[in-house]
């Protein structure tokens, strides 16, 4: 049996039946796309990246509830105006816990919004909130959400499954406002068992992206805004 550093000296390979097609890498891909277009709802821009920055809060939210029991330890959950809570999946410790939605008094957690900015942020782990956000609305420098989309059920192709969140905003501002960074954010309630109460955590930001290159959305023009999370792409 080896043990210790002689482990880690190990050029280890996983064996090529382990994953799909042969490849050797994550089988988990993130997509965001943004489509702009003008006043006459002509198609100006295309802009596609890779997505690749789950937040602290997003992490959290994922661990499992082993890693709760075993830790004997809450997760941080930070909302976008820098509240922070206590977090712990294991819901039997009676402590702050997040339920599917439309359960226990209506205690939801639901997919809010696609927000974008004006700003960036060079740790996208730490980040809570965009660095500056731009608000819904008709002023200057403001944008006018639309509704969020979400994917019912994830849409299978041979070995591959994906959902999609999407979102359009329209300017009616005066001017051009520019887009530099985007995130997804939820609103989030959490179940304390103890006291059988539902609590709001409030809007919490779970993923978050700096452009690769900004984008100029004209007055009167529109963007649309594609996450895809795509499995064995």
Not at 69 to 97: D, E, H, P, Q
Not at 113 to 135: D, E, F, R
Request: proline content about 4%; charged content about 10%; hydrophobic content about 30%.
């Amino acid at each position: 049996m080896m043990v210790g550093k002689a482990v880690e000296d190990i050029d280890l390979q996983m064996p090529h039946d382990v994953y799909p097609q042969n490849k050797d890498g994550p089988t988990f891909k993130a997509y965001l796309v943004i489509i702009v277009r003008n006043e006459k709802g002509d198609i100006v821009k295309i802009h596609k990246q890779w997505s690749h920055s789950p937040t602290s809060n997003f992490i959290g939210l994922m661990l499992p509830v082993n890693w709760y029991v075993n830790n004997n330890s809450n997760w941080t959950i930070k909302n976008t105006g820098g509240s922070s809570y206590g977090y712990n999946s294991n819901c039997n410790s009676g402590a702050n816990c997040m339920f599917y939605p439309g359960s226990e008094d209506n205690c939801s957690t639901y997919l809010y919004m696609i927000q974008v900015g004006s700003g960036q942020q060079s740790n996208p782990y730490n980040s809570y909130s965009l660095a500056a956000p731009i608000a819904n609305g008709s002023g200057t420098g403001q944008l006018l959400y639309g509704a969020l989309s979400v994917s019912q059920t994830p849409t299978t192709s041979g070995s591959s499954a994906y959902f999609i969140i999407s979102q359009t905003l329209n300017n009616q501002s005066g001017g051009t406002v520019v887009i530099t960074e985007v995130g997804i954010i939820l609103n989030m309630g959490i179940w304390n068992r103890s006291s059988s109460s539902c609590g709001s955590v409030g809007y919490v930001l779970v993923w978050y992206d700096v452009l690769s290159s900004s984008i100029s959305v004209s007055n009167g023009g529109s963007i649309t805004i594609y996450y895809t999370f795509t499995v064995n792409p």
